[in-house]
């Protein structure tokens, strides 16, 4: 095998980690647990010292499970920056408005946030959880601008 050959197998190697390690985010989740997956978000990334801005952040049912108001509620989750629930937004968790959501629905989560006094560059991340315990995937980490 030449060095040319052994180049392609090592890349085309590296692509498949990398398609792999990546793709999971998409797979399904088993049926008997609770799963969800980011489906979108809004969120201005500019916002002056203390004032306020509504965001929307929901999140796909990736199983056979029903979500209701009194099961499933949005936290905050920074892992980079921030403590998980920690109030840099002036709200850590949010209860889910919806009275149900089937699967392969959507639990869409509408809020106000509150910029901190202190400008600054702060993370916008999310996920849901059950009974105090997390599951399924976050939103991605947003950064917002603060000046």
Not at 14 to 22: K, Q
Not at 54 to 63: A, G, L, M, W, Y
Not at 95 to 109: D, K, P
Request: aromatic share 12%.
């Amino acid at each position: 095998m030449n060095k040319v050959q052994k180049t392609i197998i090592a890349f085309s190697a590296l692509i498949t980690v990398f398609f792999f390690s990546h793709t999971a985010y998409s797979q399904d989740c088993p049926e008997d647990v609770l799963c969800a997956k980011f489906a979108s978000q809004s969120v201005d990334q500019l916002m002056e010292p203390g004032t306020s801005q509504n965001v929307t952040v929901s999140f796909k049912i990736s199983n056979l499970a029903t979500w209701g108001n009194n099961t499933v509620e949005l936290v905050y989750v920074d892992t980079r920056m921030n403590s998980e629930n920690n109030n840099v937004w002036g709200v850590d968790k949010i209860i889910m408005q919806q009275s149900t959501v089937e699967f392969n629905g959507a639990g869409v989560f509408q809020f106000t946030i509150t910029a901190p006094k202190k400008p600054g560059i702060y993370n916008f991340q999310w996920q849901i959880s059950s009974n105090g315990k997390l599951f399924g995937y976050s939103s991605p980490s947003t950064e917002i601008t603060v000046k």
